[in-house]
Every structure is written in structure tokens, then in C-alpha cells.
Nanobody
């Protein structure tokens, strides 16, 4: 069974750091883009994305503070979040835009989400 499993969320004070991880498993042959979205009340936005070749893009609101990286033959993605602000509070979701297994290709595949709360 294909899964995107996130970890690393939690409660942190403003100015602090967290690292989110997302590990893909389940007979995966390849994944194109891997990224992180976040969902706050009334709004979902792309936070960061990394392609299979390592190209990255970020939301303007996180540039210079967040770093996305990809390891483990491209099946694990990290989001290093520094200088966190209260407005970064949201549920963060891992996303694969195209995920290929031996039997099937999945598009827009999502993890279950992990809560990040930035508060003093």
C-alpha cells in the first residue's frame, strides 16, 4: 500500500525551528515533484516543492526561512522551518504530484497531515 507518512510537527515558540519529514513507501519506482502544503482556516497554500531533479520553489511568505530537501532515492522529503512565526501555524501536508509504482501511477497523492503550532 502506498503511503506518505509525515512526522515532526508540534508546538514551538515564535522564532523557533522544526523539521518535518515525509517518507514515501509501498513499492514506489519514482516520484516526480514532492512538496509541502499547509492548511489554515479558510486557506490552503503551497509552502515548498522540490522536483525529481532538485529544483525548488517556495511561497514568498517562507523564502529565506524554510528549506526543502529530498533524500533516500528521492522518496523522503524534509522541510526545515526556521524563524517560525505564529502565522505559520497550520496543518502541513506532504504531497506527491506523480507517484509511480509497478502496478499503478498516482496523481496528487497526499499524506495525512501534521499539525504545526507556533505560539508563546
Amino acid at each position: 500500500q502506498v503511503q506518505l507518512v509525515e512526522s515532526g510537527g508540534g508546538l514551538v515558540q515564535p522564532g523557533g525551528s522544526l523539521r518535518l519529514s515525509c517518507a514515501a513507501s509501498g513499492g514506489i519506482l519514482s516520484i516526480n515533484g514532492l512538496g509541502w502544503y499547509r492548511q489554515a482556516p479558510g486557506k490552503r497554500e503551497l509552502v515548498a516543492r522540490i522536483s525529481s531533479t532538485g529544483s525548488t520553489n517556495y511561497a514568498d511568505s517562507v523564502k529565506g526561512r524554510f528549506t526543502i530537501s529530498r533524500v533516500n532515492a528521492g522518496n523522503t522529503v524534509y522541510l526545515q522551518m526556521n524563524s517560525l512565526k505564529p502565522e505559520d501555524t497550520a496543518v502541513y501536508y506532504c504531497h506527491a504530484d506523480r507517484l509511480v509504482t509497478q502496478g499503478r501511477t498516482f496523481y496528487n497523492y497526499w499524506g495525512q497531515g501534521t499539525q504545526v503550532t507556533v505560539s508563546s
